[in-house]
């Protein structure tokens, strides 16, 4: 038995405490965030250097600290927020523990700056590993800055263990998107190494809050979601089915203005989207869910993460009745155009929104048409163009005409490869070929993904690809964690084809797409590679991997089944199957043929025993 105990010094305590509750700079974010929104802020700026390791800054101006209480502020558990244990049952403000600032204090360099509306001057507070070293008087305005320097500092060990300034960063944006969504009314501002990332006007509107982070074509796929039971009540926006994407990243959920993960609430969202989207594809949303104090325990986790909800089969029930309610009234078609005249609530009341929102549904509009590869007459006093064909029905069959005429026009391979006979389309979608004594029946859909496939792996091989340009460009809105990988990965995403540049804030120009993608490699195709490479972050980065992963979605441009083709449109293609090294399997491992020989049908109609 171990005989020599002790009682731990003070600093090695605090140091202790800080690593449950700060954990990276975005801990440190949140935490002052947290106290920032308490203390009634209406803005709230946040800064950060190198990933928030040099530096951050958080400034606020909400009510600030009493002269006699700066000190008070980085003991360990004292705070404003509560009295007595009883308070825990009736939570309404964010933070509780008064662990923050003093887990902060003990393993960075921390100055305060605050004031209060009933002072005249400011204090300013300078606090370094725990140990005081200057609090003087100073003007200042009323609220509170916060700079936090050298994150811990004084324990390498946990500095060593912190991801690239850049993962870091985008780790403190994400935490601060989370809290520019759960509080639209206060107006935040994000910057970071002197870049403004973020700014949202703080008036209140969710929808338009959401459109200046993700971008105005996200609110706009945006639905309407509400319900109401017993001691709960939800708010918010899910998406339409077409706005759903690869990861559950775009799930956001908020219990009494709290950012939080909740299995119960994620599975009663998924579950009513279950036959609006293809398996693998995932909801976005935007959810409050307010619910009497007593009944949920936020203090289950130092980070106040996840929550214990005491009636979990009613907050199921509610979250996925409201949503399927949406889905089933507005949730089955997506829209590109609207009737004239109509507007999206949310937009009525301000007419520059309206004027943005028009501009962006011309886009859309146009950025469709070329997605179907409508028939376009340029307009010879202008660059933009004009189309002859209306209907959504005629466009689809046109764009699986002009997919089948990529095979016409792509190179020729020898034609000795393999000598076979075309038989005929079944069900518009098999092939029946004849070769060497042996009937194939080939999936046009899986040959057609091989070909490209293998295509596009010699291409990045040979670095033989080149770009079509996009006119007008696509301007997409992109999360910080796509944003590192567009930054990260431009070098393969232009190997392909692909030409991409900021376009201010965290928008991007695409100006041009791989050549031989053409019609499938605009903006869905450029989301869904961001979507997955976004997922393995930071686990994988080979390069390799990230250009395999691109080819394999080149497969998207594939024909599909039931499209009538032709003769000399399945020649073209066997022809580059069957020069193939393997042509046997498409990428995800199906096969792309299957055979029967001479004396296999033999045997079926009992010609031979």
């Known amino acids: 038995m171990i005989s020599d105990i002790h009682l731990l010094d003070a600093a090695t305590i605090d140091k202790i405490a ?15 965030v947290e106290n920032a929104i308490d203390a009634g802020a209406a803005v709230i700026r946040v800064e950060i250097v190198d990933g928030g390791t040099q530096l951050i800054r958080v400034t606020d101006d909400g009510s600030g600290i009493h002269a006699d209480s700066v000190k008070m502020a980085f003991l360990r558990h004292a705070t404003s927020k509560i009295n007595h244990a009883d308070d825990l049952m009736q939570l309404h403000s964010l933070g509780f523990r008064g662990e923050a600032l003093a887990s902060i204090a003990a393993v960075s360099k921390v100055e305060m700056t605050t004031r209060t509306a009933s002072s005249q001057y400011g204090i300013h507070y ?23 320097r050298n994150l811990f500092y004084n324990v390498p060990v946990r500095r060593k263990f912190l991801k690239t300034p850049v993962s870091e960063a985008v780790r403190v944006q994400e935490t601060v998107v989370s809290q520019a969504m759960s509080h639209p009314e206060i107006s935040f501002t994000f910057m970071t190494n002197g870049q403004t990332k973020i700014t949202t006007s703080g008036n209140g509107d969710t929808l338009e809050c959401a459109s200046r982070i993700y971008g105005i074509e996200f609110g706009r796929e945006m639905l309407p979601v509400s319900g109401k039971a017993p001691g709960l009540e939800l708010s918010g926006y899910i998406g339409a089915p077409s706005l759903s994407r690869g990861n559950r990243k775009f799930e956001t959920i908020f219990i009494n203005q709290r950012t939080v993960s909740s299995d ?25 869910l307010h ?80 997605y ?58 098999y092939w029946l070929v004849e070769s060497d004594e042996t009937l194939y029946i080939i999936d046009q859909h899986a040959a057609h993904e091989k070909v490209l496939f293998e295509q596009t792996m010699q291409g990045l091989k040979n670095k033989q690809f080149t770009s079509q340009m996009v006119s007008p460009p696509i301007v997409i809105n992109v999360t910080a964690r796509e944003e590192q990988v567009l930054n990260e990965r431009m070098e393969e995403f232009e190997r392909i084809g692909y030409q991409i540049e900021p ?34 972050l930071p686990r994988s980065n080979a390069p390799e991997a990230v250009l395999e992963k691109v080819a394999s979605m080149s497969c998207k441009a594939a024909i599909k089944g039931n499209t009538v083709m032709n003769e000399q449109q399945m020649d073209s293609l066997l022809k580059k199957l069957f020069a193939l090294d393997n042509p046997y399997h498409c990428p995800h491992g199906r096969p792309t043929m299957i055979a029967f020989s001479h004396a296999e049908l033999d045997k079926k109609f009992k010609r031979i025993v």
């Open 18 to 32: 800080a690593g449950e509750v700060i954990e990276r700079p975005a801990s440190v974010v949140k935490e002052l």
């Open 126 to 148: 300078r606090i370094e590993g725990g140990e005081e070293k200057v609090i003087e008087k100073t003007g200042s305005p009323v609220g509170t800055s916060i700079a936090v």
């Open 264 to 288: 119960t609430v994620q599975k009663a969202l998924e579950e009513a989207y279950r036959g609006y989207t293809m398996q693998h594809r995932f909801p976005v949303c935007i959810l409050y």
């Open 291 to 370: 619910i009497s104090p007593d009944a949920v325990d936020i203090n289950i986790h130092p980070t106040k993460s996840r929550v214990r909800l005491a009636d979990k089969t009613a907050v199921y029930q509610l979250v996925h009745t409201s949503c399927l309610e949406t889905l089933k009234n507005g949730g089955r078609v997506p829209q590109v155009s609207m009737p004239e005249g109509k507007r999206p609530v949310s937009y009525q009341a301000d007419a520059s929104r309206q004027d943005k929102l028009d501009y962006f549904m011309n886009q859309m509009k146009e950025r469709v048409q070329a």
């Open 372 to 429: 179907h590869h409508l028939a376009y007459e340029p307009d010879p006093g202008k660059h933009e163009t004009k189309t002859h064909v209306s209907e959504q029905i005629k466009a689809s069959q046109k764009q699986a005409n002009e997919q089948i005429t990529l095979f016409q026009n792509e190179t020729q391979l020898d034609q000795t490869t393999k000598r076979y006979q075309i038989i005929g389309q079944l069900f518009d979608t």
């Open 503 to 536: 376009f201010g804030e965290q928008s991007w120009a695409v100006t041009g797409v791989p050549a031989n993608l053409y019609s499938i490699a605009e903006e869905k195709l450029l989301r869904e590679m961001l979507d997955d490479l976004s997922e393995e």
